[in-house]
């Protein structure tokens, strides 16, 4: 007994060796899952992550990233484990009928997964601190942050790491024993050349799936930038996940049963043998495909968000942040203090010309000036009435709108135009989309839109801005602006703001230099409100997308990574598989040339569905996509879709190269070619 318990370490330590052409891809998978978990967990628990105050966001999304980064990766790792364990049956069958026990069986394969979940571990992590500071710094560069920072190792994350792959592990070995300790030798001997049975109830699956589909589709289609949406698209990838694998199942089912009753179709050697060999194997086919499908889907809307971020992130933050700086007074300046016309330096008003003194004297130049006078209100908004917030609309966060008042006097000033309007016209502009009535009315007051403004010097417009949108109404002189004022509970005379603009141009310390000295300059003067530095603020903004880049990043290769595994994992199996029934039909003189047909016909009626449901899925869900990143700032909706087509272009060029790629191993093993 003891001599036996003492052979099954070495034992197991053989079988590894001899199944490498199983074993070693299956380890090589499983050190590049917990390399990607381990690193994730590095960073996380990096020391500069929780001190630098920047770092708030990219703290935030890396945590969300690493938490599903664990929900992805534990199917990942059990579906190749269904792989190996398919491929061990008939060995395991071997050794049971040669007389070892179920129990000695067992404490083999513990031993099998103690070496490999060594192996896979002393690997990742190995791998993880050789890459892990290369990959920080990406990070650190993504989010505009300095790379000479410390980078240190945290053993919470290596004990992170230990024990994730140790469930994982457990997990799959607990299914293992399972499988094998139901099954009977001679079960396990035929196990892994055993088809499949047809399953019943094609029709329901059929149904099920296509409202499954259906729902989620409408979800996506219907969907809305409000408080509901990230629960609708989780909802919706979860209608979607269900609705593929129910309709790969009864879709290819339905398919293979038509083109079976099809005579003439049929009994072609290479009809014959593609079309009964995928029959053979249905429900594995499904879960594969719908994988396929599904990665796919990942890949091509993570790139595509990751690109649009990544062309877009200084237009996302101009937009929020069109100027770095703003100087506020309290109520009515003199009158020079309000002219804007600079043809000569003499002209200029007294504040704008003490500011740019003191810019020059830091060596700033001063960008992108803007002087406005202005009373803003909070509105709710019907149509195109305005309204007092009341208890009854509180809540409703959607419709609350953000609203500046101005005269046209303070318009063409603040535009050098020579607009007039009479004294029932206003104008109107809006940084969403198109207000679109021809009257506008604030409580008891109504006005005639005169024209609407589709730009400003305030802020720039976006039409899918609907979400955080604000309003710009230019009224005809002062006795408007106070009525509509006083009717919202605002008091024009006492919260006139007047308000300077601008972005300074220049090194750091000169920068800081003039902010410091601006509060001086400005702190004693008559109204003086305060100025606002917006610069920390688009340094965070830069962070938050340059944490979302890096997540886009790493798991745009991630899944397309999984997605190339698990083509792989199913061209080589089924090249196992379909190698004894190739040798049968060469034997009875199935000609090379018709193999290699056969393998291409296979590929493309089976591997482009995957690809097709991918781009239809992607297609459709676009919608919620681009809600999503309208909530992020994005509104560069032409500059989405021209992303969209060509990453699903590139995305169906690289992935017919890897089908090419796959199916040549396939054909290799089926004719038994090193």
């Not at 491929?87 to 099998?112: A, N």
């Not at 993570?302 to 770095?324: E, K, Q």
């Not at 169906?652 to 093993?669: E, L």
Request: hydrophobic share 50%; with cysteine.
């Amino acid at each position: 007994m003891k001599s036996k318990m003492s052979l099954l370490p070495r034992m197991a330590v053989n079988n590894i060796r001899k199944n490498g052409s199983t074993y070693f891809p299956y380890i090589g998978v499983s050190i590049f899952a917990m390399f990607t978990y381990f690193v994730f967990d590095l960073i996380l628990k990096n020391d500069v992550m929780q001190t630098l105050p920047k770092a708030f966001y990219a703290t935030v999304l890396i945590t969300i990233g690493f938490v599903l980064l664990g929900i992805i990766m534990v199917p990942f790792l059990y579906y190749t484990n269904s792989f190996l364990i398919k491929r061990r049956k008939k060995e395991l069958g071997l050794y049971s009928i040669l007389g070892l026990e179920k129990k000695h069986i067992g404490i083999m394969m513990f031993w099998e997964s103690l070496i490999v979940y060594t192996i896979v571990m002393a690997g990742a992590i190995a791998l993880g601190l050789l890459f892990s500071k290369l990959i920080f710094l990406l990070l650190l560069n993504l989010v505009r942050m300095p790379v000479d920072v410390a980078f240190s190792i945290s053993p919470a994350a290596i004990a992170d790491a230990l024990l994730f792959y140790a469930f994982v592990t457990g997990l799959n070995l607990f299914v293992n024993l399972v499988q094998v300790g139901k099954a009977r030798p001679v079960e396990l001997m035929s196990d892994s050349r055993r088809g499949e049975k047809e399953p019943k109830h094609i029709a329901i699956w059929t149904v099920l799936g296509a409202l499954s589909m259906g729902a989620g589709y409408y979800l996506a289609a219907s969907s809305k930038l409000d408080g509901m949406i990230f629960m609708n698209f989780f909802l919706a990838v979860f209608l979607v996940i269900v609705g593929t694998y129910f309709l790969f199942t009864s879709g290819s089912i339905a398919l293979l049963r038509f083109l079976k009753k099809r005579k003439s179709y049929y009994y072609r050697a290479d009809n014959f043998v593609t079309v009964s060999g995928m029959l053979y194997r249905m429900k594995k086919n499904a879960a594969s495909l719908s994988n396929i499908c599904i990665f796919a889907t990942m890949v091509i809307i993570t790139v595509i968000c990751t690109v649009s971020v990544w062309l877009c992130t200084d237009s996302i933050i101009r937009f929020m942040r069109p100027r770095n700086f703003e100087i506020s007074f309290m109520g009515r300046q003199e009158e020079n203090a309000l002219k804007l016309e600079v043809t000569e330096p003499a002209e200029k008003d007294a504040f704008r010309q003490e500011l740019e003194k003191l810019a020059t004297e830091n060596g700033v130049t001063l960008t992108d000036f803007l002087e406005r006078e202005f009373v803003a209100i909070d509105a709710y908004k019907e149509k195109e009435h305005f309204q007092t917030v009341e208890a009854e609309n509180r809540f409703d966060y959607a419709n609350w709108y953000d609203v500046d008042l101005m005269t046209v006097d303070a318009y063409n000033r603040m535009e050098n135009t020579g607009m007039s309007l009479a004294e029932d016209e206003v104008l109107v502009f809006t940084t969403g989309p198109d207000f679109g009535e021809p009257e506008i009315s604030f409580g008891s007051f109504t006005f005639r839109v005169k024209e609407e403004l589709k730009q400003c010097s305030v802020r720039k417009k976006a039409q899918a801005n609907s979400f955080n949108a604000r309003y710009l109404v230019v009224f005809a002189g002062e006795e408007q602006l106070r009525s509509v004022a006083a009717d919202f509970g605002v008091n024009a005379d006492s919260t006139l703001v007047f308000q300077m603009a601008f972005t300074p141009v220049g090194d750091d310390t000169s920068v800081n230099a003039f902010a410091e000295k601006m509060n001086t300059l400005f702190g004693e003067k008559e109204g003086f409100a305060g100025i606002t530095d917006y610069r920390e603020d688009i340094t965070d903004l830069e962070s938050m997308y340059g944490s979302l880049l890096f997540i886009g990043i790493f798991f745009g290769a991630i899944f397309l990574i999984c997605l190339l595994i698990i083509m792989y994992y199913k061209q080589v199996t089924e090249g196992f598989e379909d190698q004894k029934n190739f040798e049968i039909m060469q034997k009875v003189g199935m000609s090379d040339e018709e193999i290699r047909r056969t393998i291409r016909k296979q590929i493309l009626l089976v591997f482009t569905l995957p690809l097709a449901g991918a781009i239809l899925h992607t297609i459709v869900g676009m919608k919620m996509v681009m809600a999503l990143m309208r909530a992020i700032g994005c509104f560069e909706i032409g500059l989405m879709m021209w992303c969209t087509v060509a990453v699903c272009a590139l995305f169906a060029f690289v992935y017919s190269i890897c089908y090419r790629r796959t199916s040549t191993a396939y054909y290799r093993i089926v004719r038994k070619m090193n």
